[in-house]
């Protein structure tokens, strides 16, 4: 069984300060579409990825995705499939979870938050649960890395209104299929990139600065992209099935949408990397380095 996967649009810009809540995800031609010189398609978004060909699919190896099982409900099961990052981006922190999964160690641990609007967070709520040996410290550093500009393959979206004015200080923008940050950093002056919070991303959850959270503790965004979170907690994949089964968990009766109690929280089943999984379907993204993915983003952006 083949299931596809849309790559989230809704990046905003990535800025020091909440962006607005319009989309901020137009591709090279709505510029073009905004003074004028091209007309909109007039195809919806729905019938330009029924039309994209094979050679515009990404297939995604049953290697690089976590199966979370929880338990059925009205006598349906629950599985929340997360396809996990691939380089450049958080290969420290997806190391340590595939570590985890490989140990088992999330089987008969919880759901332990659901703050409306913003994350759903997993892992062990006693906190005493012992880790498995030989997980990666990972440095504060790796949140960004220093880039190239203009790698071959990259597609940065524009915003229409700012496309003819002076480079700003951040874009958003897809690098190998996933949303990315790219600016200047303000004390070094290289150029950076970063992973950006959209919804369905999953992040990793920390202690205070130094801690940089060990993998073990995992959440995903279940609300509007939360721009403050970027460069702050480390990204390691995104929610590509299933989401509706965190998302429409009741909220936490806590401070910031923790559970109270543990009759609230939802048990874990398993959690397992897809290769161990037998009867797991073939999953695909639309590359973002496509036409279609172009005309997609722009269709989006120009209803």
Same mark, same amino acid.
Request: charged letters at 20%; a negative charge.
């Given at each position: 069984?083949?299931?596809?996967?849309?790559?989230?649009?809704?990046?905003?810009?990535?800025?020091?300060?909440?962006?607005?809540?319009?989309?901020?995800?137009?591709?090279?031609?709505?510029?073009?579409?905004?003074?004028?010189?091209?007309?909109?398609?007039?195809?919806?978004?729905?019938?330009?990825?029924?039309?994209?060909?094979?050679?515009?699919?990404?297939?995604?190896?049953?290697?690089?995705?976590?199966?979370?099982?929880?338990?059925?409900?009205?006598?349906?099961?629950?599985?929340?499939?997360?396809?996990?990052?691939?380089?450049?981006?958080?290969?420290?922190?997806?190391?340590?979870?595939?570590?985890?999964?490989?140990?088992?160690?999330?089987?008969?641990?919880?759901?332990?938050?659901?703050?409306?609007?913003?994350?759903?967070?997993?892992?062990?709520?006693?906190?005493?649960?012992?880790?498995?040996?030989?997980?990666?410290?990972?440095?504060?550093?790796?949140?960004?890395?220093? !880039? @190239?500009?203009? #790698?071959?393959?990259? &597609?940065?979206?524009?915003?229409?209104?700012?496309?003819?004015? +002076?480079? =700003? *200080?951040?874009?958003?923008?897809?690098?190998?299929?996933?949303?990315?940050?790219?600016?200047?950093?303000?004390?070094?002056?290289?150029?950076?990139?970063?992973?950006?919070?959209?919804?369905?991303?999953?992040?990793?959850?920390?202690?205070?600065?130094?801690?940089?959270?060990?993998?073990?503790?995992?959440?995903?965004?279940?609300?509007?992209?939360?721009?403050?979170?970027?460069?702050?907690?480390?990204?390691?994949?995104?929610?590509?099935?299933?989401?509706?089964?965190?998302?429409?968990?009741?909220?936490?009766?806590?401070?910031?949408?923790?559970? !109270? @109690?543990?009759? #609230?929280?939802?048990? &874990?089943?398993?959690?397992?990397?897809?290769?161990?999984?037998? +009867?797991? =379907? *073939?999953?695909?993204?639309?590359?973002?380095?496509?036409?279609?993915?172009?005309?997609?983003?722009?269709?989006?952006?120009?209803?």
């Amino acid at each position: 069984m083949r299931t596809v996967f849309l790559p989230v649009l809704a990046l905003g810009l990535v800025a020091a300060s909440p962006p607005s809540l319009s989309t901020v995800i137009a591709g090279q031609a709505s510029a073009a579409q905004s003074s004028g010189r091209v007309a909109p398609d007039a195809h919806a978004p729905s019938e330009i990825v029924k039309a994209a060909p094979a050679s515009d699919w990404v297939a995604i190896a049953a290697s690089d995705l976590l199966v979370m099982d929880l338990p059925p409900l009205n006598a349906k099961p629950r599985r929340v499939v997360i396809q996990l990052m691939s380089p450049p981006f958080s290969q420290g922190w997806v190391g340590n979870i595939r570590k985890l999964a490989a140990a088992k160690w999330w089987d008969g641990t919880s759901i332990n938050r659901v703050q409306d609007n913003y994350v759903v967070q997993w892992g062990d709520a006693t906190e005493k649960k012992a880790l498995p040996g030989g997980l990666e410290t990972v440095a504060e550093s790796e949140y960004t890395l220093v !880039k @190239t500009d203009g #790698e071959e393959g990259d &597609i940065i979206l524009r915003h229409p209104k700012q496309y003819v004015e +002076d480079y =700003p *200080r951040d874009w958003a923008w897809f690098e190998k299929g996933w949303p990315a940050g790219y600016g200047i950093g303000e004390s070094t002056r290289t150029l950076l990139s970063w992973p950006v919070h959209c919804y369905g991303m999953v992040g990793v959850g920390r202690n205070l600065s130094p801690d940089t959270g060990s993998g073990a503790e995992l959440y995903t965004v279940i609300g509007h992209a939360p721009r403050h979170l970027d460069r702050n907690i480390a990204l390691v994949g995104r929610v590509i099935e299933g989401i509706e089964h965190l998302s429409s968990l009741p909220r936490g009766t806590e401070a910031l949408g923790f559970y !109270k @109690t543990p009759e #609230e929280r939802t048990p &874990i089943t398993a959690i397992r990397i897809g290769s161990e999984i037998a +009867d797991l =379907p *073939r999953f695909e993204y639309l590359s973002t380095e496509s036409a279609s993915f172009a005309r997609y983003a722009d269709a989006r952006a120009n209803r």
